[in-house]
């Protein structure tokens, strides 16, 4: 929130009053109800992540306690919104491309869309080291002909990955890679979490 301290003839004390805009990776996604929820503000209004609002300054102590006590149990991790969650088996090279071809699409009021890829069994993919002396990079090719691209990489990444028993999970925008006259489908990742767990 930015608040300016204001106080017109019509106010019987200063009100804190200006506009709020949730982070958009954030596991609340209606801080204008947050904020109602409190009963300490004047107004809020607007849309449910973007809007005005207004705090009597008697009210402003109040209110951070209590939207504190609101946040406790919520997750401080970014939250990726995504649009698909596919195993490694039910990954389309097709959706993949109709969405990279859309990219044109994407902004404030529409999103890019993301996609989880969860449960790969790393010991059954090609995973290679890119350009590890100026700009690591993992690409780990599926078999359905689709490369999860991490950039940004690092040693210990690679050692993980490189467990017999490495289960990996990623969240990921889509990409065209367009090589030679030849377009292929990629995943970029923009969070990744890999496991150990035995698989039998």
Not at 110 to 134: G, N
Request: with cysteine; proline share 4%; charged share 25%.
């Amino acid at each position: 929130m930015v608040l300016t301290k204001s106080k017109t003839i019509e106010d019987k004390e200063p009100f804190y009053r200006g506009s709020a805009r949730n982070y958009s990776m954030s596991e609340n996604q209606d801080l204008r109800a947050t904020c109602l929820e409190t009963d300490l503000v004047e107004y809020a209004q607007g849309h449910a992540n973007a809007f005005g609002v207004s705090i009597a300054e008697s009210n402003i102590d109040s209110f951070i306690e209590k939207t504190n006590q609101l946040y406790e149990q919520v997750e401080k991790e970014p939250v990726y919104w995504v649009d698909y969650v596919w195993t490694k088996n039910e990954v389309s090279p097709e959706i993949i491309l109709s969405i990279a071809n859309a990219k044109n699409l994407w902004g404030q009021e529409i999103p890019e869309p993301y996609i989880c890829i969860k449960d790969i069994v790393l010991s059954s993919c090609q995973i290679q080291a890119l350009s590890w002396d100026k700009h690591p990079t993992l690409k780990i090719h599926l078999d359905c002909g689709v490369d999860i691209m991490k950039f940004k990489s690092n040693d210990e990444e690679l050692q993980q990955m490189q467990q017999p028993n490495a289960i990996l999970t990623a969240v990921c925008r889509a990409a065209r890679n367009e090589w030679n006259g030849r377009v292929t489908p990629q995943l970029i990742v923009e969070e990744l979490s890999v496991r150990e767990e035995w698989v039998f």
